[in-house]
């Protein structure tokens, strides 16, 4: 069975610390704590749990002090988790499973990150992300912001699920200033970091500077497919802020040339159409939302609520706009059954049934 050294980096994390470690404890034979320059009790609190906690300064990059994290390790794979990720009860018995199970040539095992949970609990934001890695030279962290390992050798999937669930909001600034003073510093962002620098550039509303860096990433002949479609949507959200309508559709319907249509991208088509008042083109699209399958393993970002219960919230309302209020009323219907405690849902249930 193999070995496994979780190796965290962390700062000002006394709020999460131990929810984390207390929920992997027992699970790996190593815990590194990396500390990058906490003013409160995190290291104490980390102190608990392992002996191997270290102060590392911090230098405006995640990829340097992760790899300094995974320099600690000495078991055959290097987990990290974030101080405010989980790994819920439900989720134990398939970690300890994989564990017993997996074969000895495996170098990376990618598992699923839930990042945003609905009003019942249930995951509405998720994705794989590397989080076995075999410890070795040949796997390291690269990217100041958003790091990540570049997958290679002998890759496998696993459901099991880790949760990130913070508690408290962080320097939301972070990683924009991290951009900026790389830029300032004269360094040239990869297309990977070019997508994300104009996703935060986007969160900050800084919407024609988000669409510049974003149409170029869109143009440039290198990049990952699924940061491709994804920066599709982000740049047409832009466009809609500025008011340019026409561009956020072109836009969107740019991202078909990248590949094969995502639930995701068409019911955003369909919001498009829906906000135009144009219900029946609204409505093909979120019915094509329905008929796509989930690209779970591209490692694309999922939100699972676009392949069911989004489009057939929004049909309900298209085919009540249109006047068809049976049409309506099913694929109402439809959205409760996937989430009987939706407030829209319920709504709609009321307004169907004065009618």
Not at 19 to 47: F, H, K, Q
Not at 94 to 106: A, E, G, R, S
Not at 129 to 143: D, L, P, T, V
Not at 177 to 205: F, M, S, T, V
Request: proline letters at 4%; aromatic letters at 14%.
């Amino acid at each position: 069975m193999p070995t496994i050294s979780l190796c965290m980096i962390v700062r000002n994390e006394e709020l999460h610390i131990a929810r984390c470690l207390e929920s992997i404890a027992g699970l790996v034979e190593e815990i590194i704590v990396v500390d990058t320059g906490s003013v409160d009790r995190t290291i104490e609190i980390a102190s608990h749990y392992t002996s191997n906690v270290y102060s590392y300064p911090w230098k405006d990059d995640f990829s340097d002090a992760r790899n300094y994290s995974f320099s600690k390790a000495s078991m055959d794979y290097c987990m990290w988790l974030d101080a405010d990720d989980v790994l819920e009860e439900m989720e134990k018995d398939k970690f300890l499973q994989l564990k017993q199970t997996l074969p000895k040539d495996v170098d990376l095992v990618m598992m699923r990150y839930i990042t945003s949970f609905d009003e019942a609990g249930k995951p509405s934001f998720s994705y794989f992300r590397e989080r076995w890695i075999r410890n070795n030279s040949q796997y390291r962290w690269i990217g100041a912001v958003h790091e990540v390992i570049p997958p290679s050798g002998n890759i496998v999937y696993s459901d099991t699920a880790i949760s990130h669930k913070k508690m408290n909001q962080g320097d939301p600034d972070r990683n924009l200033n991290i951009y900026k003073k790389l830029l300032a510093e004269g360094k040239r962002l990869d297309p990977r970091q070019q997508y994300y620098y104009g996703r935060e550039l986007y969160y900050h509303k800084q919407y024609q500077e988000a669409v510049s860096v974003l149409e170029e990433f869109l143009l440039s002949e290198t990049g990952w497919v699924e940061n491709k479609i994804e920066a599709c949507s982000i740049c047409a959200n832009c466009y809609d802020c500025l008011g340019q309508k026409q561009s956020a559709l072109i836009t969107l319907l740019r991202s078909l040339s990248f590949d094969l249509p995502r639930a995701e991208l068409c019911c955003e088509i369909g919001k498009h159409f829906l906000k135009q008042g144009n219900y029946h083109t609204a409505a093909y699209w979120y019915e094509t939302a329905l008929s796509r399958p989930k690209q779970e393993y591209s490692g694309g970002f999922i939100l699972p609520d676009c392949y069911d219960y989004i489009p057939f919230l929004q049909l309900c309302v298209c085919f009540d706009k249109i006047g068809d209020r049976k049409k309506a009323k099913e694929y109402n219907e439809k959205a409760g059954a996937c989430k009987p405690y939706s407030q829209a849902y319920l709504y709609n249930k009321q307004y169907f049934e004065r009618l």
